[in-house]
């Protein structure tokens, strides 16, 4: 039993969803999983276990930030043998190439965030997706409008107090800003496990349209789809 999860071994899948929402866990579980039970409510932070197609899927809520997802992601990976964890979040549009509603399966993840920096010493690490179920989400996209493959940014603020560097971003291909994906490759690398992070565009840092709290939890089951489609093919 984990000190943050909570859970008893075998209460968790080998596939596991994670949106940063607790609601959205919640709201996953019951709209997709068959026979979902909860198997945590520490800290509010639900998560339950079903079956997708009849196979076992997990959804477990993260909460905001690199360093609260990197709690979760650690004890799923090293104490309930997690083999595969997909982020399924919201992210912020940063070139108009997005609109709303938009969905981006994350490449790679650049960052603002000190924590790859402390871990290596200064160096840059380029935290990446696992290439199988990158592979695997591209293709169930075949077909679907909106769809972008490439690289987000991991900030560590919501509210950051130099907006303009996300500029230097764009130049570069960056395509949307989230707060969690580049902590989550990180740690799928290190314990040798899979992950990648398929964002909805909840807001467009250019045009100023935004969702509602209700749509976000709610509505974004298009990449909940996805994440479930590339998950199951990698299982």
Partial sequence: MSTHIGAQPGDIAPLVLMPGD???????AETFLDDARCYTEVRGMYGYTGTWRGHPVSVQGSGMGQPSLAIYANELYSEYDVQSVIRVGSCGALTEKLAVRD???ASGACTDSSMNRITF???????VADFGLLHAAYGAASGRDGVHVGLIYSSDSFYPSRPELSARMVEYGVLAVEMEASALYTLAAKHGRRALAICTVSDHIVTG???TSQEREQTFGAMVELALEAGLAQS
């Fill in 121 to 127: 010493g200064g160096l840059d690490y380029a935290p």
């Fill in 22 to 28: 607790p609601l959205r866990a919640r709201w996953i």
């Fill in 103 to 105: 969905i981006v399966i």
């Fill in 209 to 211: 349209e935004q969702t």
